[in-house]
């Protein structure tokens, strides 16, 4: 992969996992969440892992 493919690819895993975590994916088990009352943090481990396999599952299917 060049350096330019790998960037469009980081890219396309944060949005779509920042698209999938907004309109239902969210709150996988594994995905990191912190309540502090006034500070509020998320980091969506497993579903931007899902998304990187079916991202990549599907850019072989389509290199074949």
Do not use: K
Request: proline fraction near 3%; avoid cysteine; glycine fraction near 10%.
């Amino acid at each position: 992969m060049r350096g330019g493919t790998v960037v469009f690819y980081l890219l396309l895993v944060i949005l779509l996992t920042m698209a999938s975590v907004q309109y239902g994916l969210g709150r996988l088990p594994g995905d990191i969440v912190v309540d502090l009352g006034s500070i509020y943090f998320y980091l969506p481990f497993t579903t931007a892992i899902i998304v990187a396999v079916l991202l990549g599952v599907v850019f072989w299917f389509f290199r074949r």
